[in-house]
């Protein structure tokens, strides 16, 4: 494991590094990671993870985007064109040290936003591992934006807001404050108009999507389902998998899920 900075046209980028174990860079594995406080609280996962996968013989490498973690930059200056560019950034330094192939491991709304590079870069990215993908950006943005509603319910000082006026507020221009987190609308407006099932994902190898559930008796969410069968449809190769573990990127206390690595491990294992 080796952190760095890596050169990113938009300031250095914070990343940590997992060189594939005795065996030359053939293969690599880019992490685009979840968003805010998800990221934070999924940063133990992410890091078994990456051991295991280079355990294997890949290449890691995880980045802390633009204006998160200890890169350059405010996450109020953060937009979604520079996250785009901070993985075409991360990809071509690591096509640098020789890999002849990449995944992107996308978790939460890393999936979608690994989703929507690999419709804008052909034939750059081998295949997407998809740890509980983001599928609607306009659902993502309305949650996130409860938080702020849901505090101003339970503190009488503060104005009460609905989530549609915040919005509107965004798509606006105007920068809003949620859970700590200074929200751009350049950041917010082109998530809005985002799905993953209008994006063209034709040239992907294989899409392995995962979805993790608090007991057997769960069913895979109907949005996945009707995901995968879209892509099944489209004659693009994917899989969905059901795991049970817990939710680590919303947990109170930092967590874990051993089979999604076991599961995970294992599918990379066989792409190799």
């Known amino acids: 494991m080796r952190p760095f900075f890596l050169d990113s046209r938009t300031g250095p980028l914070f990343a940590v590094y997992w060189s594939p174990a005795n065996q030359p860079i053939n293969h690599a ?3 685009v990671p979840a968003f805010a406080e998800e990221m934070n609280k999924s940063r133990r996962m992410v890091a078994l993870q990456a051991r295991a996968m280079a355990e294997q013989g890949y290449a890691v490498l995880v980045p802390d985007l633009f204006g998160t ?18 993985i075409a950034d991360a990809v071509a330094w690591l096509r640098e040290q020789g890999a002849l192939t990449i995944t992107l491991w996308g978790l ?25 993908p983001v599928l609607n950006g306009d659902t993502f943005v309305t949650q996130f934006l409860r938080l702020r509603v849901a505090a101003a319910m339970m503190d009488n000082n503060m ?6 006026d915040l919005k ?13 987190y200074l929200l751009s609308p350049d950041l917010i ?4 108009a985002l799905r993953a099932d209008r994006l063209p994902l034709y040239n992907i190898k294989e899409i392995a999507l995962y979805e993790l559930v608090a007991n057997e008796d769960t069913q895979i969410s109907m949005g996945n389902s009707q995901f995968f069968n879209l892509l ?11 795991i049970i573990g817990d939710s680590f990127w919303a947990s109170q206390e930092i967590s874990e899920a051993p089979d999604l690595i076991k599961i995970s491990s294992e599918r990379v ?3 190799l």
């Open 69 to 86: 973690g200890d890169s350059r930059g405010d996450f109020g200056e953060a937009s979604w064109a520079i996250w785009l560019q901070n």
């Open 189 to 192: 407006k082109p998530l809005i």
């Open 232 to 242: 099944q449809e489209k004659r693009i190769e994917v899989s969905l998998t059901k």
């Open 269 to 271: 294992r066989q792409w």
């Open 159 to 164: 104005p009460k807001e609905k989530t549609s």
């Open 168 to 180: 509107r507020q965004l798509v606006d221009g105007q920068a809003i404050e949620v859970a700590g």
């Open 108 to 132: 939460r709304l890393g999936g979608l936003l690994a989703m929507d590079f690999v419709s804008r870069h052909e034939d750059s990215i081998d295949r997407l591992m998809l740890w509980q």
């Open 29 to 31: 594995i880019l992490h």
